[in-house]
């Protein structure tokens, strides 16, 4: 037990640390969309992954860096030239990202493919140059989130496993016909929604928002039916709080130092409902994409406030159009299951 629970505390650890001197280096350098960095870096450390090697590495980059290159490549002369035959690829685009997760391929991998696709339709449809500022700074980001995903798994690495006598034998995949129902359900809190920013014209500032959309999306392929949707209220909730603290703190004493241990001290107590021996905890679903949620509504909003004074009006919309965003998806999930009922195991809690 004692092992276990040093398992879990060190992978606590190594959140926090990754997290902050990610988001350390990022607010300090600046750059366009740095802040997605730490957000990436929190989404690979909050799983129990061994370090990835440089073949996982560029694996991962190019998960986010392709589907927006195919997408600028495919996706946006059909979206100028035949809108609706482009909306009907946008949507067997998120679908695919969906059930490659849903199947049991590696969440990471999914949610990176699912950004990408999210963000070049709905923000880089309005340029070629937007685009390509996109996907360099989202490849960028990509980069400097695994080099401290290393950094963390070099200062704090898992300790030595015992060997077992007889190998577990591999789980089977997901059954297709629910993996299917559970990314159609994703597709359905998705879609909608990029699908309004694409018809706004949107433009990089909402990039944060349609990150937390990517993720509620991959977020309902790996929970049941309500308690996906009492999770995706939960988080945001939580999320939210986290992030008025964290203003708030901010604003009485405005320091990147303070800020760092902010969001150290937040991973603290995220993890502990993220990490549990050598697993999950029961509520790490709920709980990392509540620390993601805090992170995308805090860092915008710190480096908006580094040369602006719309700062605190940016901060309190976002923070509004999350809640909005995480109603929505709730309700959606009602919605999709009324209309379409799955096998008790995956309408109940």
């Known amino acids: 037990m004692t092992a276990l629970r040093s398992v879990a505390s060190r992978r606590i650890l190594r959140l926090a640390l990754g997290t902050a001197l990610c988001l350390l280096f990022s607010q300090a350098v600046a750059w366009p969309l740095s802040f997605i960095a730490p957000t990436l870096t929190l989404i690979i450390l909050g799983l129990p992954l061994p370090p990835p090697g440089l073949k996982n590495s560029i694996v991962f980059v190019l998960a986010m860096v392709a589907p927006m290159l195919a997408g600028g490549w ?26 490659f997760t849903a199947r049991g391929g590696q969440p990471v991998i999914g949610t990176f493919m699912t950004i990408g696709l999210t963000v070049i339709v709905t923000v880089g449809s309005i340029s070629s140059e937007i685009m390509m500022m996109l996907v360099q700074g989202l490849a960028v980001c990509a980069a400097v989130a695994l080099v401290f995903v290393h950094i963390a798994h070099a200062l704090l690495p898992d300790p030595p496993r015992p060997v077992e006598s007889t190998p577990k034998p591999d789980a ?27 018809f706004m014209s949107g433009s990089p500032a909402y990039t944060v928002v349609m990150i937390k959309v990517a993720t509620m999306g991959q977020q309902a392929t790996a929970d049941h039916s309500r308690a996906m949707g009492r999770s995706l209220l939960e988080s945001t909730l939580w ?4 992030a008025v603290i964290g ?13 760092t241990l902010l969001i150290a001290l ?25 620390f993601l949620t805090m992170v995308v509504i805090l860092a915008p909003a710190v480096l908006d406030g580094a040369g602006s004074s719309g700062a605190g009006p940016a901060f309190w ?9 995480a ?17 008790a195991g995956d309408s109940t809690v």
Do not use: C
């Open 74 to 99: 495919i996706l946006l002369p059909f979206l100028e030239h035949m809108r609706s035959a482009g909306i009907l690829l946008v949507a067997l685009g998120l679908f695919y990202t969906f059930y």
């Open 172 to 198: 089977p995949p997901p059954d297709p016909v629910l993996a299917g129902r559970r990314a159609l359900r994703s597709l359905a809190i998705v879609f909608p929604v990029a699908l309004a920013f694409l």
């Open 239 to 242: 999320g939210g709080v986290g």
């Open 247 to 259: 203003w708030n703190v901010l604003s009485i004493w405005p320091s990147l130092m303070l800020y």
């Open 266 to 290: 937040a991973a603290l107590l995220f993890g502990r409902w993220i990490f549990r021996g050598q697993a999950l905890h029961p509520k790490s679903q709920m709980a990392s994409y509540a």
């Open 317 to 325: 919309s976002r923070l509004g159009l999350f809640v909005l965003i």
């Open 327 to 343: 109603v929505y998806g709730t309700v959606a999930v009602r919605v999709f299951d009324a209309f379409w009922p799955g096998p």
